[in-house]
């Protein structure tokens, strides 16, 4: 069951540093609030036994596509996902709550460092379920070695998200990495959808425009 009490915030910054609890029963609301280190924990294992399985069994031209298939895989997974379910957003009802327990809270309150990554309550059995798939259509041992580089792409992509909230990148590429997620949480929600693949943005056609966005700033300024 969700909570219906809204709670008051000093100010902006406490607002977007603490969200408030997602459910009433504090044991359940306590499982989706996650450390950003407990997928590493989980998942670094499961990566090296699967590429250990993948590597002894494989020649290098089927490891290198595998491991690139598994990337590539990761970062149309990641798009789309966070495109189509995260950011469906019925307006009333059941809809609206799951999509605030799912995403809506995150961008309510976007610099809460225990909403930033995937609970394991909700990756382990999607990864589970991608597994499963692997094996499906790859069969073994191609799907373990697809699998290693799916999950620490994934991983890739949780523990970034984490530090574009958190970190202060000092390289080119990470202040560039940052700047666009930010726009997408506090310009505008339809654009930059990828994270650790935001070049996908440019080919879906989401990716930001700087000189569309400075002529919308000019319409504005001018109708005011």
């Given amino acids: 069951m969700s909570t219906d009490s809204a709670p008051q915030y ?4 406490e607002k977007l540093a603490a ?7 504090p ?3 306590r499982f989706s609030r996650v450390h950003h280190l407990v997928p590493v924990i989980i998942y670094v294992p499961v990566i090296v036994v699967l590429f250990v399985l993948g590597v002894t069994r494989m020649g290098w031209l089927e490891i290198v596509a595998c491991i ?12 789309w996902l966070h495109r189509l379910v995260f950011h ?16 809506g809270v995150h961008h309510d309150h ?5 909403r930033l990554v995937m609970p394991p309550a909700v990756s382990l059995p999607l990864a589970a379920l991608m597994y499963g798939l692997f094996v499906l259509v790859l069969g073994t041992p191609a799907a373990w070695m697809f699998m290693s580089a799916f999950l620490a792409s994934y991983l890739v992509y949780d523990e970034l998200h984490y530090y574009l909230h958190h970190g202060r990148p000092k390289t080119r590429i990470g202040r560039k990495f940052r700047e666009l997620h930010m726009r997408h949480h506090f310009q505008d929600d339809r654009i930059m959808y990828g994270i650790s693949a935001p070049w996908w943005d440019n080919v879906f056609g989401t990716a930001y425009r700087r000189r569309a966005d400075e002529r919308r700033r000019r319409r504005e300024a001018a109708q005011d």
């Avoid at 000093?10 to 910054?13: D, I, P």
């Avoid at 976007?110 to 225990?114: E, I």
Wanted: hydrophobic share 45%; net charge negative.
């Fill in 10 to 13: 000093a100010t902006r910054a």
């Fill in 19 to 25: 969200s408030p609890p997602m459910f009433k029963w």
């Fill in 27 to 29: 044991l359940l609301d």
């Fill in 68 to 79: 690139a298939g598994g990337y590539v895989f990761w970062t149309l997974f990641e798009y």
């Fill in 88 to 103: 469906f957003e019925p307006e009333q009802g059941i809809g609206a709550r799951l999509h605030w327990i799912i995403h």
């Fill in 110 to 114: 976007p610099n809460d460092p225990k």
